[in-house]
């Protein structure tokens, strides 16, 4: 099946710092990715959809310029965290279309940020 | 509002014994339900997709079935074993061409020896 990565899988970091976070696709081409974001014991959170070569569509209550898209290329996609509070400390996970009959997506193993 | 519920909201079994999980939903229209597998710490990994016309399918030990008249379905795994521990997310897709996806909160199984 498709793969998709994820890099780092976890990072700490103080207070105030940017945090980029990568999503790759591994052995297909993803024109879309989507970000998510999971507290603890919840479901998944649908943050924004990343579109390659044009700006990214967040979801109602995300904050555009706290959390940047950037989807530079059919198989890479990063988020960056700008300015980390610790209430941005979460499990995100991205996940990519491959194009098939059901437009499966296929997530990529996460990433823990811990702000502290 | 689309909404995925899923029950047990957690649920401990022994090793080798079936267990069976439940979601219902409220998406309209409907495209197809997917089952995913999440690891603890991992992201969420495809069991099975079904459309409407498709009552069940399976994939080794898990079976899932579909009732899209009354929205419901289960997913069953059949003989656990202790790498079945594990989240059990129920997903539902509204429109194949939008890709917005409806999320249960996930049934936590955990298989003991």
């Known amino acids: 099946g498709a793969v998709v990565s994820q890099h780092p899988s976890r990072v700490i970091c103080k207070s105030g710092t940017s945090v980029k976070i990568e999503c790759r696709s591994l052995d297909f081409q993803a024109t879309t990715m989507f970000w998510y974001r999971q507290f603890p014991k919840k479901s998944l959170m649908l943050m924004a959809t990343s579109n390659e070569g044009s700006k990214a569509t967040y979801e109602q209550g995300v904050e555009k310029d706290k959390f940047l898209i950037n989807h530079a290329s059919l198989t890479l996609s990063t988020l960056t965290v700008t300015s980390a509070h610790p209430e941005d400390s979460s499990f995100y996970i991205c996940?990519?279309?491959?194009?098939?009959?059901?437009?499966?997506?296929?997530f990529g193993p996460g990433t823990r940020l811990t702000v502290l | 509002k689309n909404q995925v519920e899923q029950s047990p909201q957690s649920l401990i079994i022994l090793e080798g014994k079936n267990c069976t999980l439940q979601?219902?939903?409220?998406?309209?229209?409907?495209?197809?339900l997917r089952w995913y597998k999440q690891d603890t710490g991992r992201g969420p990994v495809s069991l099975t997709i079904?459309?409407?016309?498709?009552n069940t399918k399976s994939n080794g030990r898990y079976t899932a079935t579909l009732d899209a008249d009354t929205k419901q379905s289960s997913l069953h795994i059949t003989a656990s074993q202790l790498s079945d521990s594990a989240s059990y997310i129920c997903v539902v897709s509204a429109d194949p061409n939008d890709y917005k996806l409806s999320f249960g909160a996930g049934t936590t199984v955990t298989v003991r020896a």
């Open positions: 979601c219902n939903y409220t998406v309209s229209p409907f495209s197809n």
């Open positions: 079904m459309t409407f016309s498709e």
């Open positions: 996940s990519a279309i491959t194009g098939t009959t059901y437009n499966e997506q296929f």
